[in-house]
T-cell receptor, first 116, second 112 residues
């Protein structure tokens, strides 16, 4: 167990709807990153938050947005859902500003989103 | 886009055999990490090797890194059925905003 939790486990939405996914990091972890993993692929970096500020973004459109809260919880919001948004969404936390030479990220179990 | 490519894409071995997976990447890195993923669930960190290290061991795992060839290998010795999973290499790409970039993964099947 990594101490990182995500909710819900599974979610089904229809095209055009909006969704909010939640993540609870380990206490003391100031960095949270979100990834999208399509079936059969490796995870793709969406964005990262450090102390409640966005600190890097991958090649995802603005309809993917996030929030990080002082209590080490965070959210991923996706507006105007498209069929291609169907994927496993993973959050990962780390103690400091991720990316250092000895940094490790701790992943949650993921939320499986299906868009119909 | 994927930074790394794992080889092979799929590997099937019998329990007790060794499993070797390879990873190639494209740009300069701070470190390279290997993760395991069971049945499309969360990733579990296995081992991290820094760019100035050439080999690292952890239990039945042995990782090598060749920065001149931009490649790494993961060896699992004396494999067990419980090792059945997908394995990913991931790199911190220098000069980016803390972006951990994953390869495409190797699906390992260990049979009894």
């Amino acid at each position: 167990e990594t101490g990182v939790t995500q909710s819900p486990t599974h979610l089904i939405k229809t095209r055009g709807q909006q969704v909010t996914l939640r993540c609870s990091s380990q206490s003391g972890h100031n960095t949270v990153s979100w990834y999208q993993q399509a079936l059969g692929q490796g995870p793709q970096f969406i964005f990262q938050y450090y102390r409640e500020e966005e600190n890097g973004r991958g090649n995802f459109p603005p309809r993917f947005s996030g929030l990080q809260f002082p209590n080490y919880s965070s959210e991923l919001n996706v507006n105007a859902l498209e069929l291609d948004d169907s994927a496993l969404y993973l959050c990962a936390s780390s103690p400091g500003l991720a990316g250092g030479p000895s940094d490790t990220q701790y992943f949650g179990p993921g939320t499986r989103l299906t868009v119909l | 886009s994927q930074q790394g490519e794992e080889d092979p894409q799929a590997l099937s071995i019998q329990e007790g055999e060794n499993a070797t997976m390879n990873c190639s990447y494209k740009t300069s890195i701070n470190n390279l990490q290997w993760y395991r993923q069971n049945s499309g669930r969360g990733l579990v960190h296995l081992i991290l090797i820094r760019s100035n290290e050439r080999e690292k061991h952890s239990g039945r795992l042995r990782v090598t890194l060749d920065t001149s060839k931009k490649s790494s290998s993961l060896l699992i010795t004396a494999s067990r059925a419980a090792d059945t999973a997908s394995y990913f290499c991931a790199t911190w790409v220098t000069g980016t905003a803390s972006k951990l970039t994953f390869g495409t993964g190797t699906r390992l099947q260990v049979t009894l």
